[in-house]
């Protein structure tokens, strides 16, 4: 799980970089995706260790940021779905990063979950 964290939070870190520079503002706005991505590869990265426990509250701790930053990022989705409908946004490319953002969250979210189960159900 910790390999997948590292992978996602890298793929967050590219999105948020690549809407910077697609977006065409001085914002930080677009770069929020990475920070989110940062701290979920360095969480991840830190669950690599062989101590289960100390594994676990980094796992944890990752999803959690993760939970946080799809609870941020989720109303982009229902702008996004306004503006294939036609409504016009002054930076559509962050809309589009930011919903982007929210599916790959949710996504690591439900998967974390599911191991997370998995894991204490083996315990058991």
Not at 8 to 32: D, E, K, M, Q, R
Not at 42 to 59: A, E, H, I, Y
Not at 101 to 108: H, S
Request: hydrophobic letters at 60%; zero cysteines.
């Amino acid at each position: 799980m910790a390999k997948t964290a590292i992978a996602l939070g890298v793929l967050l870190i590219l999105l948020g970089f690549l809407g910077y520079v697609s977006a065409g503002t001085h914002a930080l706005t677009p770069l929020v995706p990475a920070m989110f991505g940062f701290l979920i590869s360095l969480f991840g990265w830190f669950g690599l260790t062989d101590d289960p426990k100390k594994r676990m509250v980094f796992m944890h701790v990752a999803v959690t940021i993760g939970l946080i930053g799809f609870l941020i990022t989720v109303w982009s989705i229902v702008e996004y779905v306004q503006m294939l409908r036609g409504q016009q946004f002054p930076h559509p490319v962050v809309i589009e990063e930011w919903a982007a953002t929210a599916a790959i969250l949710l996504f690591f979210v439900l998967i974390s979950v599911r191991s997370f189960v998995a894991a204490r159900r083996s315990r058991v």
